[in-house]
């Protein structure tokens, strides 16, 4: 079946550092893939999503490039701050009916000041 | 206005005992679902309603029951309530007609079974 994996956490950074999270994926589909962030106490909420090959999602200055080669959809930001800790997840959707979401085990960020 | 709201949002109850957790989506949404996230993050999808027609039911037991009254609710009942149920238990919606929709979560309904 579909599957998702993350590089494990928790990553801690300084303010103004570079954020990589890898993310990569097995599907036998064509599958959109997406990246959610969890604040503390609240419920997921989509942060980037990339519908086909060599697409780019991007928000906050967070971005990740879909890489069908390598089936990878890494995030990443130039410039971390405080407010960014959270928990990221990288997720799937597949193509079919219902549309069942696969996510990846989340990685937790802590970026201090 | 919530889009996706839960109640409770807290919940604390006796193993053995009966509870519900209620989920209600005002977006318009055809498909709903609930997600099961343990102590690690891990978060892992129940059931997965469309038009009020269970499209999926992963593995989980059976003491867990979910009711669809109309596509804008979805509820979730379980019974004989165990200490591994203690999790937080999401709601999500999307729409179907977007196939490449985005989920849309409640805030969770934290479970804590003693």
């Known amino acids: 079946g579909d599957s998702v994996t993350q590089m494990e956490g928790p990553v801690t950074l300084s303010e103004e550092a570079f954020l990589t999270i890898n993310c990569t994926y097995t599907?036998?589909?064509?599958?959109?893939l997406f990246w959610y962030v969890q604040y503390p106490g609240e419920g997921l909420q989509l942060l980037l999503k990339?519908?086909?090959?060599?697409d780019k999602g991007s928000n906050k200055g967070f971005e990740a490039t879909y890489r069908k080669e390598t089936t990878s959809f890494h995030l990443e930001k130039g410039s971390v701050q405080v407010s960014d800790s959270a928990v990221y997840f990288c997720?799937?959707?597949?193509?079919?009916?219902?549309?069942?979401?696969?996510f990846g085990p989340g990685t937790r960020l802590s970026v201090l000041p | 206005d919530t889009a996706v709201s839960q109640t409770p949002k807290y919940l604390v109850t006796q193993m053995g005992n009966d509870k519900s957790i209620k989920c209600e989506q005002n977006?318009?949404?055809?498909?709903m679902y609930w997600y099961k996230q343990d102590s690690k993050k891990f978060l892992k999808i129940m059931f997965s309603?469309?038009?009020?027609?269970?499209?999926i039911n992963e593995t989980v037991p059976n003491r867990f029951s979910p009711k669809s009254p109309d596509k804008a609710h979805l509820n979730l009942h379980i019974n004989s309530l165990e200490l591994g149920d203690s999790a937080v238990y999401f709601c999500?919606?999307?729409?179907?007609?977007?196939?490449?929709?985005?989920?849309?979560f409640g805030e969770g309904s934290r479970l804590t079974v003693l």
């Open positions: 997720a799937l959707s597949d193509q079919g009916y219902g549309q069942n979401f696969v």
């Open positions: 599907a036998t589909g064509y599958p959109s």
């Open positions: 990339a519908t086909k090959a060599d």
């Open positions: 977006l318009g949404h055809d498909t």
């Open positions: 309603y469309n038009n009020k027609e269970l499209i």
């Open positions: 999500a919606s999307n729409s179907d007609r977007a196939n490449t929709g985005e989920l849309f």
